[in-house]
């Protein structure tokens, strides 16, 4: 791993209003040619029974008892034919491995790159499947560790372990910049004119805040490294109001056991993104909490070093467009989790075809580089990416291309996609088929952790 001192990310990233960077262009990637079909890649032998049998081992194709396989497990449903299938995907060669999603079980999760996991369907019991051996290993599970969980929700789950070793159970699709050990939830109230934070343990409300009038919470996330602050933030008038528009918005962090206020920033602040470290928050404007609605995001994005105050901005991303397209928007920012890099989604305008298109890129914080591995890929002409997650060897990237885009608050057409970071070995499928409705992609992907 490589330490990232500030004064290095402060050669590569400039103040706001400064010089802009130079963006190096990166090597053109050849386009796919061909990718396996499901025939050749599909594999026919399904372990589980429509009832999950404890009792019984099961067998496992060799790539997945090689631990080192990297891994996405994913639900595939078919709403006509009212199938559900559990499927590993082989990143490196596209295989797959299916099975029936039990009737007796209500989720699906790793434990860790040796055992993956089913819950029962009563949320009592979890089941350790060793893929080496097909053994099961049953543990009971406490109402404690399935507090986050929609029992209606029969989705790819993760799975937490505090500092005293105890777990906790989530639902994948909705982990989004939450605390550690999921111990506090915090909500919004109604209006958006203020915060409630509820212990989980004892639904007792822990901290409570309430905006003075004309004052709005807009958006706010949990550190990575404390589970006790929070950031949020707030500014006037109604965030959803049709003629939005900034003022006085302040990002403001509070330890919510003791209710102090640590720090607040003033700026335009939107879209937050915590580093892994604690250290520094990754942020956009404040209009683009209304990206749904079609408000793009052209500027540059900004990163505040949470012990300083400092902001500086990447002056440099917003520059890269290709020629005969517009910038219509960056978004879905995410840090590398060795914060060496971030990564994000350009979506441009063709203004001859009246059509998006986007791609998923990286900024190097060592460099400065710009890598868009998706630039070449024949199957984004004229879509868009959409949302994404890497590997954790940081090899593979699964992402959604949808007719859809990150300005719209509707899925369209889309198909799951994995292909390496250096743009080789792309393969896709669909992940539900609805009735009525358009194929759209999963909402829970899982990766397969490192061994």
Avoid at 82 to 105: H, L, S, Y
Wanted: glycine share 6%; aromatic share 14%; hydrophobic share 35%.
């Amino acid at each position: 791993m490589i330490n990232i001192n500030f004064l290095l990310i402060g050669l590569l990233i400039v103040a706001c209003g400064n010089n802009a960077i130079q963006v190096v262009e990166t090597q053109t990637l050849e386009p796919i040619l061909s990718t396996p079909t499901k025939e050749e890649i599909r594999s026919t032998s399904t372990p589980f029974p429509t009832q999950f049998l404890p009792d019984t081992t099961y067998n496992f194709p060799e790539w997945v008892k090689d631990l080192n396989t990297p891994i996405l497990a994913a639900l595939l449903e078919n709403h006509i034919t009212n199938t559900r299938e559990i499927v590993f995907f082989n990143a490196e060669t596209g295989e797959e491995f299916v099975f029936d999603m039990p009737n007796n079980t209500n989720g699906y999760f790793w434990y860790d790159s040796l055992n993956f996991g089913l819950l029962s369907k009563d949320l009592k019991i979890a089941y350790k499947i060793n893929v080496l051996n097909g053994e099961v290993v049953s543990q009971e599970i406490s109402s404690e560790a399935i507090r986050l969980i929609n029992p209606e929700w029969h989705h790819g789950l993760e799975i937490f372990t505090d500092s005293n070793g105890k777990i906790t159970f989530d639902d994948a699709t909705w982990n989004l910049e939450n605390s550690l050990d999921k111990f506090f939830t915090a909500e919004k109230k109604s209006y958006w004119n203020g915060i409630i934070v509820t212990n989980n343990l004892t639904n007792e409300t822990i901290w409570e805040l309430t905006t003075p009038e004309g004052v709005y919470i807009t958006e706010y996330l949990w550190s990575p490294t404390d589970n006790n602050l929070l950031a949020y933030i707030q500014g006037k008038p109604d965030p959803i109001a049709t003629d939005f528009i900034v003022m006085d918005v302040s990002l403001n962090i509070v330890d919510v056991t003791t209710g102090e206020l640590h720090a607040t920033y003033a700026g335009d602040f939107g879209r937050p993104k915590w580093s892994p470290d604690g250290t520094m928050i990754l942020f956009q404007n404040a209009e683009s909490v209304l990206s749904n609605y079609g408000v793009g995001f052209i500027d540059a994005p900004c990163i505040l070093f949470i012990n300083s105050g400092e902001m500086k901005c990447l002056r440099g991303i917003p520059k890269r467009i290709p020629t005969g397209y517009e910038l219509a928007s960056t978004g879905v920012y995410k840090w590398e989790p060795e914060r060496e890099s971030i990564f994000f989604i350009y979506l441009y305008w063709l203004p001859e075809k009246s059509k998006f298109a986007g791609e998923i890129c990286e900024y190097s914080l060592i460099n400065g580089n710009i890598n868009c591995f998706t630039e070449n890929l024949p199957e984004l002409d004229e879509r868009s990416a959409g949302s994404y997650s890497l590997s954790p060897s940081k090899e593979y990237i699964y992402f959604c291309i949808s007719d859809s885009s990150i300005l719209n608050d509707y899925a369209d057409f889309s198909n799951d996609s994995i292909m390496r970071i250096d743009g080789t070995g792309y393969f896709s499928w669909v992940s539900i088929i609805q009735d009525g409705g358009p194929q759209v992609c999963t909402f829970d992907e899982l990766w397969r952790p490192l061994p």
